[in-house]
């Protein structure tokens, strides 16, 4: 709709919000396969696991919930939660807070993989997801499914 006022914009965004937690929230939504086992993985070998997303905090909240994801997360971080205007700025954000100093984004976006470089942190790219290839390419790992991150070291890339 780029002809459109912003104001149209913002009102067929909060509508296909709203339709898209309704999707979820009436149990329509999928994860990845493997995304449950693998952070219950991830969890047991006591990695601290948070969210940094893009994505609204009340999407976030529906995925969450429909998902029972809190058992795996300490945190859910989201740009409008802190009024932030980019991923690199929110990273930043959660790392001050949690007073992290090594860490581990995984992320299927260009914006994902900047985060973690503005932040001086290792970046893993998610194949699957919607990023071509061509976002992925500064990533410090590519995998191709979300099990693949289990069988990496991590813990050695987020202590020490």
Request: one cysteine or more; a negative charge.
């Amino acid at each position: 709709m780029p002809q459109a006022s912003e104001a149209v914009r913002d009102r067929a965004a909060a509508w296909f919000l709203d339709d898209i937690i309704d999707e979820i929230e009436h149990g329509n939504g999928r994860l990845y396969p493997d995304v449950l086992t693998t952070l219950a993985v991830l969890a047991d070998q006591g990695i601290p696991l948070f969210v940094a997303s893009n994505g609204r905090s009340r999407y976030l909240a529906a995925i969450r919930t429909a998902f029972l994801l809190e058992r795996y997360f300490i945190d859910f971080y989201s740009l409008d939660r802190f009024s932030l205007m980019s991923k690199s700025a929110l990273v930043k954000q959660l790392l001050n807070d949690y007073g992290i100093e090594k860490a581990v984004m995984v992320g299927d976006r260009r914006s994902d993989i900047q985060a973690a470089k503005d932040n001086g942190i290792w970046s893993i790219g998610c194949r699957f997801g919607f990023a071509d290839d061509k976002e992925l390419t500064e990533a410090d790992i590519v995998i191709q499914r979300f099990s693949e991150l289990s069988r990496l070291n991590l813990p050695s890339l987020v202590s020490g």
